[in-house]
């Protein structure tokens, strides 16, 4: 079984920054995709950021320029920086990795818990 690992987030005024990280609880045979999505209260969990194992990587329009997603494919851990953070961008955030756990075991997605990240003055 694997557990995806979240720390990083926090309250920080609007203009401020945020360093994310999720990191996989047992080193995994590949990880294909991960990436980053959010949820706001009442609203739909929508994508922030992706990065496939080749690094290519995409942004929600939003964040564009603002966040930037990175992996260290030896630590089984993704990172989402974050500067310039507006209060829209209050969330829980959570990460996502799809990929193997061992040669030959299904391809399957697995979520972090969420983290709690509040632009506020």
């Known amino acids: 079984q694997v557990q995806l690992v979240e720390s990083g987030g926090g309250l920080v005024q609007p203009g401020g920054s945020l360093r994310l990280s999720c990191a996989a609880s047992r080193i995994m045979f590949n990880i294909y995709d991960m990436g980053w999505y959010r949820q706001a209260p009442g609203k739909q969990r929508e994508l922030v950021a992706a990065i496939s194992r080749d690094g290519s990587v995409n942004y929600e329009d939003s964040v564009k320029g603002r966040f930037t997603i990175s992996r260290d494919n030896a630590k089984n851990t993704v990172y989402l920086q974050m500067n310039s953070l507006k209060p829209e961008d209050t969330a829980g955030y959570y990460c996502?990795?799809?990929?193997?756990?061992?040669?030959?075991?299904?391809?399957?997605?697995?979520w972090g818990q969420g983290t709690q990240v509040t632009i506020s003055s």
């Open positions: 996502n990795m799809k990929g193997l756990v061992t040669w030959g075991s299904p391809l399957l997605t697995y």
